[in-house]
């Protein structure tokens, strides 16, 4: 059995000590105030010269006679603090008699009252509401529960009780109870006690023996001791966690979340995930519920105004920081495109300011990317493919089973795909040989003539040697008129040194010309040159050397335009930066941007995209995000191929029944171009990005003119204003083919991460048929 040294953890502490940190120090203790000695992070304010008299009076003038001032009830309520709210409510009573919260709810409606009325509350009674509503009806609101419970601390807790007990007469514990179980229920009542520790003195021994217990409990047991990931979790202090999470990585080679996801399922997987999330970082988590609730088609209205709500005195400024720098647009932007009306005017209020107005990065964001580039340098991570060498392989029997599937009239597609997505590559080629050797014929050019379209590119990529698919669709990439840029960039920038050079001899081989010439004859500037020099495939494979790093991390700073004092040329840098990028090792790129940070206080990737553009641009990031993680490069690269099915189509489906209209939406409408079925749900209304488009007035969809409503929803697909084209079959079929027996499963694990929907969801709602079934059985199965 493994077993951890003390040394090791000794390390781990001097590291810590001198490393960045974004939330320890300034994540407050209470729902009111910062804890003492730390800077006040919150977008509202104590308002100076505060009057709760005239407050009140100013708020019954304008809910007085009909109708009612909404924007100077807005303008009053989020320029006061909390505690000058409760202070207004207790005037208001005394001036008039009346309840100001309960007029309130009458003058308003809709997102905007609950927004209003949630700002009313005092925090514990505001959460207490929210998770009365939760375990409320038919159902539980599983989500909000994880949500609070996960990120409140000790006081919070215990203020949370005692609310919930006033204002409704019952106990929490109690109601939680009865309305969740198993081991969910367990953690949720761990968290509810408010007992987790708090001194910042940490055991080296403990941290040793917890990580020691929590992977025996999981990685090495037969079965998952949850209990033991209960305990740890729910009861140890965040400082003790976060060292805990490290040391995990550096021994077993793989993240908690990864032991978590392997181990854990359902509810109880969410929410032990949250409360990892929230001991690294309590603002990156709500950063990401945010982005979460506002992404894609319609918004999580209640997730977004409980955030809102709970985070404006406690930390949105770091929220907003790190939405800032991990989605590379400011909270503000984001919810200002995404509301409208007094509620969008009030959310932003409680914003406090638009990051992207700027132009800059903030410094508690970088230290966030430098803690990333941290756990990319010790990440000891498996890649895993889906698919596998088939046991008891028998090619003679797979080359007859295919030989009769595509013999006679018409061909059993379903056992194509069912024998070459089962076979690892190598297995393939015998099967090729095996065919040719049985039946005299050229098994590529039988599936050529049997099968056709995605499907035909998919299963002949499959049958293809890796370099030489590779080989292929360079070519591809670069004949005819116009050039792939972005397959380029995605292969070059991410083989490996012998991928590389396997692929130079098929390429030779197969086209009789050198891959640099292709290049040198389809490519110019420095575009052309950062591709010769990675396609040369000599990137140095050592580890890090760190007075080179910072050497390297100089010129970085000094070409990206952010050093201090320039100190040679900028030809002369162009080159030396093209050169680190496409020539040192990934562990020294890794120490090089950790020095960059340092340096200038910048996340290189973020800098590059500011400062550079076009393929240079391109080709650079995606060098960096290969270094970085080269799995959650290519889930990135699978979901933007389609990203229109998951983001914007695949929600409409359960809006729109038969009751409603004379034919329901499927989920991939522009998968299958069914522009009747658009017209339809523009017709009712159900779609916001439709009522965006003037073109496609209700009148047009109205009759029963079918051509008239496919022409009017066709204009919706046109143009960078319309719903998208949908999906990019080749980058997804490239992607597809390429990863599955190196890194597949890595693939789906970063994608269901990220996105919140396995890639296998991905697939299904975006394709149809056999190309359908061919992808999801490459996929391997569903997360």
């Known amino acids: 059995m493994k077993r951890l040294g003390a040394a ?23 729902m009111a105030k910062p804890a003492q000695g730390a800077k006040y992070r919150g977008s509202i304010h104590d308002f100076p010269g505060f009057d709760p008299n005239q407050d ?110 006033d204002a409704y007469e019952r106990d929490l514990e109690a109601d939680i109870i009865g309305d969740t179980s198993g081991h969910f229920q367990k953690m949720l009542v761990v968290l509810l006690q408010g007992t987790r520790e708090e001194d910042d003195v940490v055991s080296e021994d403990l941290v040793q023996q917890d990580v020691q217990d929590l992977y025996e409990a999981g990685e090495l047991k037969w079965g998952t001791d949850e209990a033991q990931f209960i305990y740890i979790l729910g009861n140890r202090s965040k400082q003790h966690l976060r060292l805990v999470f490290d040391e995990y990585l550096k021994t077993t080679g793989k993240p908690i979340e990864a032991s978590i996801r392997g181990e854990l399922s359902g509810d109880f997987e969410k929410l032990m995930l949250a409360v990892v999330k929230c001991v690294r970082s309590t603002p990156e988590y709500f950063a990401e519920r945010l982005f979460k609730a506002m992404k894609g088609l319609g918004t999580r209205d209640n997730t977004l105004i409980r955030i ?27 919810i200002k495109n995404d509301t409208s009306g007094e509620y ?69 597609e379903d056992t194509i795909i069912d024998i070459i997505t089962h076979r690892s590559n190598a297995q393939r080629q015998q099967i090729r040989q095996t065919f040719k050797s049985h039946f005299g014929r050229d098994l590529m050019a039988d599936l050529k003539s049997e099968i056709s379209g995605d499907l035909a590119r998919l299963i002949l990529g499959l049958m293809m040697p890796p370099a030489h698919y590779d080989a292929k669709q360079l070519k591809k990439a670069m004949e005819g008129a116009g050039t792939d840029e972005k397959a380029l960039i995605e ?70 335009e952010i050093a201090d004092t320039p100190s040679g040329d900028k030809t002369s840098l ?135 409503r496919k022409a009017k929803a066709e204009k919706c697909t046109q143009g960078p204003q319309g719903w998208g084209a949908g999906t990019d079959e080749k980058t997804l079929t490239r992607i597809m083919v390429s990863r599955s027996e190196i890194d597949l499963l890595n693939i789906r694990r970063e994608f269901i991460e990220k996105y919140d929907k396995s890639l296998h969801q991905a697939i299904e709602g975006d394709t149809s048929g056999d190309f359908l079934k061919a992808l999801l059985a490459l996929c391997g199965g569903e997360d």
């Open 308 to 334: 809102m709500v709970s985070r404006s005195e406690l930390d949105m400024l770091d929220i907003r920081e790190i939405f800032r720098t991990k989605y590379e647009k400011s909270l503000y932007s984001m």
């Open 56 to 165: 009140a009076e100013a708020l019954y003038t304008a809910m007085k006679g009909f109708g009612s001032d909404k924007e100077a009830i807005l303008d009053i309520i989020t320029s006061r603090s909390n505690r000058q709210r409760q202070e207004v409510c207790q005037s208001y009573k005394s001036l008039y008699g009346k309840d100001l919260i309960d007029n309130l709810k009458y003058e308003l409606t809709g997102k905007f009252e609950r927004l209003i009325v949630g700002l009313m509350r005092p925090p514990a009674y505001c959460d207490a509401k929210e998770i009365k509503d939760a375990i409320s009806g038919i159902g539980t609101d599983e989500k909000c529960l994880i949500e609070i419970l996960a990120s409140r601390t000790n006081e919070q807790m215990h203020q949370l009780v005692a609310a919930y007990k």
């Open 574 to 708: 162009e080159t030396r930066f093209m050169t680190i990028l496409c020539t040192r090792s990934y562990p020294h790129l890794r120490r090089v941007f950790q020095e960059f940070i340092k340096m200038t206080n910048y996340d290189v990737e973020h800098t590059i995209k500011k400062e550079m553009s076009g393929d240079v641009r391109d080709t650079f990031v995606a060098i960096v995000q290969s270094v970085k993680n080269k799995p959650l490069f290519f889930a990135d690269k699978l979901y933007k191929s389609m990203k229109d099915g998951i983001s914007q189509l695949g929600v409409i489906s359960p809006t729109i029944m038969p009751t409603r209209g004379y034919l329901a939406i499927s989920g991939h409408i522009f998968g299958h171009h069914n522009l009747e079925s658009v017209a339809t749900s523009i017709w009712w209304g159900e779609s916001r990005d439709a009522a965006e488009h003037p073109q496609c007035t209700r009148q047009a969809c109205a009759t029963r003119n079918y051509p008239a």
């Open 8 to 30: 090791g953890v000794g390390a781990l502490f001097l590291a810590r000590q001198a490393s960045l940190r974004v939330d320890s120090a300034a994540e407050p203790e209470t």
């Open 491 to 560: 292969i070059l920038a991410t083989r490996t040194n012998a991928e590389i050079q396997a692929i130079n001899e098929a390429y030779k081989e197969d086209y009789h010309k050198s891959l640099e010439d292709a290049i040198s004859s389809d490519t110019s500037g420095h575009f052309k040159r950062i591709l010769i020099s990675l396609a040369t495939g000599n990137r140095e494979e050592g580890g890090e050397n760190l007075d080179q790093a910072r050497e390297d991390a100089q010129v970085a700073a000094e070409i990206l």
């Open 344 to 412: 969008k005017k009030t959310l932003l209020k409680l914003c406090g300011g638009d990051d992207d107005a700027a132009g800059q990065f903030f410094p508690e964001a970088a230290q966030v990317a430098y803690r990333m580039w941290e756990l990319s340098a010790v990440a000891r991570v498996e890649l895993k493919g889906t698919v596998r060498p088939a046991n008891d392989f028998n090619p003679d029997a797979d080359a007859k089973a295919l030989r009769k599937a595509m013999k006679g009239i018409g061909t059993d």
